[in-house]
């Protein structure tokens, strides 16, 4: 899935759509660090998530984002982030 802002001409994600597929590596995986914001992950892999659960309850804010990943078939990263801090980090099959 990409984001509509992929689309918009002369905007900086869409530059980055169109020069690079994202497919997380095994490598990028581990450079992600509990705490960092989901923006910093997004930027270290290159890419936005695909946000698959959100949940919010009064002012705590729980999100996972996956993202395909490069390796084995179905590979892929999901991260967690609570008040936009990661706290949970899983992969299957990246290299």
Request: proline content about 2%.
């Amino acid at each position: 899935m990409i984001a509509l802002s992929a689309f918009v001409p002369g905007s900086l994600y869409a530059n980055q759509v169109q020069s690079r597929i994202c497919r997380p590596t095994l490598a990028e995986f581990k450079t992600l660090e509990m705490g960092m914001s989901y923006e910093e992950v997004a930027a270290q892999l290159g890419c936005k998530g695909r946000r698959i659960s959100h949940i919010e309850i009064g002012r705590n804010r729980r999100a996972t984002y996956s993202w395909q990943g490069r390796g084995s078939y179905g590979a892929n990263l999901n991260a967690t982030f609570r008040n936009n801090r990661l706290t949970d980090l899983s992969q299957l099959g990246l290299r």
